[in-house]
């Protein structure tokens, strides 16, 4: 039997209150388990970031429950077993890109020399080794964003939640991205949930997941990875 890391029953999210409610989650029951690779697809404001943000322990249900049974309660999962990747700007201003991805190993108690070292191989796997140094300020979109999905794999999660991590990126660019995120989960044996419009990259993740008007449908598919 597979190891259950989330788990939720009836899970919703609602902001606002009277006539200007608006739900983003409503009514949502899945499990994920250890290993799992799973793509969220659906048109822009159909619920996709709220899901993730939910899985990921940085926002709160107003409806439903959901758990961690195998990585702790919501307190215990940053830094460490859980991590993502935002879609927009998330990289801290003062720190250089090499910093910024050793944090979290710093913060989960590694050597600051040990965290480095990892920190540099990965902005060598996900290309942006050659501004190890710059200053967010000074890159451009794409490599924030691959920086960002360096960070989020550093200090080897054992969920990674990514948000549009090709949206920044040329259709080669984004390909080559997204061999790197595939290699670095499933060789490490990470549970991966990736949010996405881009069919291309949802058929690489071996479940695809449906949010349309913060409904959740949930389907397994063949993996073409």
Not at 3 to 15: F, P
Not at 112 to 129: G, Q
Request: charged residues 20%.
């Amino acid at each position: 039997m597979r190891e259950t890391l989330v788990r939720a029953v009836s899970l919703g999210r609602a902001y606002g209150s009277g006539s200007n409610t608006v739900t983003a989650v409503h009514d949502a029951t899945f499990t994920m388990d250890a290993g799992d690779t799973v793509a969220v697809v659906g048109p822009s404001g159909s619920g996709k970031s709220t899901l993730l943000h939910l899985i990921a322990g940085l926002d709160e249900p107003t409806s439903g429950s959901i758990g961690w049974p195998a990585l702790g309660d919501r307190r215990a999962l940053r830094p460490g077993p859980v991590a993502m990747a935002f879609q927009g700007p998330s990289l801290l201003p003062p720190l250089t890109v090499e910093e910024n991805v050793a944090l979290p190993m710093i913060l989960a108690g590694h050597a600051e020399r040990d965290a480095t070292a990892a920190a540099r191989d990965l902005l060598a796997v996900f290309c942006v080794d050659s501004v190890a140094d710059r200053l967010p300020e000074e890159l451009s979109g794409g490599q924030s964003q691959r920086v960002g999905l360096a960070r989020a794999f550093s200090g080897a999660p054992r969920l990674v939640l990514a948000d549009e991590p090709t949206g920044q990126q040329d259709r080669e660019t984004g390909g080559r991205l997204l061999d790197a995120i595939m290699t670095v989960a499933v060789s490490q044996g990470m549970t991966l949930i990736v949010a996405t419009h881009d069919a291309t990259v949802a058929d690489r993740l071996a479940a695809r997941w449906t949010m349309r008007d913060g409904s959740l449908r949930t389907a397994e598919l063949t993996c073409s990875a």
